[in-house]
């Protein structure tokens, strides 16, 4: 919890270092595969990713999926939580087809788990709409995020921040795909919703 405060404090050096205090303590008291320790590499890996090692957090959070698959089996909520980690951490790697891979098989698991109308839904589906546009397939990212946001909508209002996220990356999407006007429609809605928050 203390390395997560500096994380938030913006002290990912801190973090990292708590993290790492945390773990040792951890295998010492539950064993190198305790799902205990499976959360705090999965928080180590964070930190590093933080901290522009992108190898390391992909490698701790390769070992996190590991001990959530047996702890928990392939198809549990928290091994699609270390999955969406991961994603992030190959997203940083320049990995976009492995991301794409990661966060397919993490949103099978929610809507699952949760339903296909989930707010958690909607974050992997913003994540893998990145991973799309990475990879060039504008169309399908553009459908995505379209039902990315329509949760979103129904989950924050149409003025959330969130929402402004999504629609500054639908805005890339159309443009990739040759629409300016609808690029120019959600971009301007981004930042009106933007200049209410911030």
Known sequence: NLGNAYGDLGDHAKKRDMMERALAINERTYGRDHANVATTLTNLGNAYGDLGDHAKARDVLERA?????????????????????????????????????????????????????????????????????????????????????????????????????????????????????KKREYITRTVKIFEGAY
């Open 65 to 181: 999926l590991a001990i959530n698959e047996r702890t928990y089996g392939r198809d549990h909520p928290e091994v699609a939580i270390t999955l969406s980690n991961l994603g992030n951490a190959y997203y940083s790697l320049r990995d976009y087809a492995k991301q794409r891979d990661i966060l397919e098989r993490a949103l099978a698991i929610q809507e699952r788990a949760y339903g296909r109308d989930h707010a958690q839904v909607a974050l992997t589906l913003g994540s893998l709409g990145n991973a799309y546009y990475m990879l060039k397939d504008y169309a399908k990212q553009r459908d995505i995020l379209e039902r990315a946001l329509a949760i979103q909508e129904r989950a924050y209002g149409r003025d959330h921040v969130k929402v402004a996220t999504t629609l500054g990356s639908l805005g890339l999407a159309y443009g990739a795909l040759g629409d300016a006007a």
